[in-house]
């Protein structure tokens, strides 16, 4: 059964509880809101028992990787991908050119993330945060910090907090920035003066591909590749922690032997998925583990990379023609 966690003193508005006044007095003290304004926001808050809810089954820790796979490796998502790339190309090329993401990556992280912008969320991000911050006591610590984060957010692009929509973690845009990552990462990469990866797709894919390239995604280095299916489940060469510690030399010496053209010193995690033919065994490199920091799950940074896999094949044909006439123009 699921387990709601609000006590009894957060069953009112949430400008009225001991916690929610403390978060007023801080954004007044330490970064200069109104005071009242700040407790009108939190009053207009809604809890919303089905953020909750979902907070705590997340598809990441429920379902086998051929389960997961099947969300987003349609054929449909595939399509969309190319339409997408195709009305936006100038905006990949240029957010590949200057920080060394594929193209295909951006676009399967904004494929993944929101279909290309058709299912962005349907939660207030307000409801969300407040729910969270307030009523989620194991994550009520960093979803109080978002909260700051969203006000500040807010108050630098000028929107209307009490408007903004997004998943029920408080994600939003294209990309499903969280309110840290969007002050961090987010980009006004067409130059007309908002940073607006909510309704902008080019400042959208700037932003993915900076997000990226803040966290040390190496241009040209593999990601991922499957070897096999042969090693036992409670091996140790299957770490647990998503930063790969061991290297490929380590796995060679297991007989794990990459296909690509991979130094030795390299760092790598095995992987085992159960996929619809069986246990998939795969070697993930950095690039991999670059995918995971915008969402901690090695199913999520699988989605993405075969996504990408696939929208680069029908992508390059595309980026080909155009780059020939552009040469014989």
Do not use: C
Not at 14 to 27: G, H, K, L, Q
Not at 114 to 137: E, H, I, M, N, S
Not at 159 to 174: I, Q, R, W
Not at 222 to 251: C, F, H, I, M, W
């Amino acid at each position: 059964m699921m387990a709601f966690f609000a006590s009894p003193s957060q069953a009112g508005p949430y400008n009225e509880t001991p916690e929610s006044r403390d978060f007023v007095r801080e954004m007044s003290e330490r970064y200069g809101f109104e005071a009242e304004r700040v407790s009108a926001i939190l009053a207009n808050a809604q809890r919303r028992d089905s953020i909750l809810e979902a907070i705590s089954r997340p598809a990441e820790k429920t379902l086998e990787w051929y389960e997961y796979r099947r969300i987003f490796m349609r054929e449909e998502r595939i399509e969309q991908g190319v339409n997408f790339f195709e009305q936006h190309q100038e905006a990949f090329e240029r957010a590949e050119r200057e920080y060394g993401v594929p193209a295909s990556i951006v676009a399967a992280i904004i494929g993944v993330e929101t279909w290309y912008g058709t299912y962005k969320g349907k939660y207030r991000v307000l409801d969300a945060l407040a729910t969270l911050a307030f009523d989620y006591p194991p994550r009520s610590r960093f979803f109080r910090s978002e909260l700051v984060q969203y006000l500040l957010m807010t108050r630098e692009q000028g929107f209307d907090p009490l408007e903004v929509t997004g998943s029920y973690a408080g994600a939003m845009g294209y990309g499903q920035f969280i309110s840290s990552s969007y002050r961090h990462y987010a980009l006004d990469f067409d130059g007309d003066g908002v940073t607006d990866i909510l309704a902008n797709p080019v400042d959208a894919i700037g932003s993915v591909a900076h997000y990226f390239h803040a966290h040390r995604w190496q241009a040209g280095e593999p990601v991922a590749e499957q070897v096999g299916d042969s090693l036992p489940e409670s091996s140790p060469l299957l770490t647990r922690e998503l930063k790969p510690t061991l290297t490929v030399n380590d796995y060679r010496q297991a007989s794990i032997v990459p296909k690509m053209d991979v130094p030795g010193d390299a760092k790598a995690r095995a992987i085992r998925l159960v996929g619809d033919e069986g246990t998939e065994l795969w070697l993930t490199y950095h690039n991999f583990y670059v995918i995971t920091r915008y969402n901690h799950s090695h199913l999520y940074a699988m989605a993405v990379y075969q996504l990408a896999d696939a929208l680069q094949e029908r992508m390059r044909p595309l980026a080909n023609e155009n780059n020939g006439e552009s040469n014989s123009s």
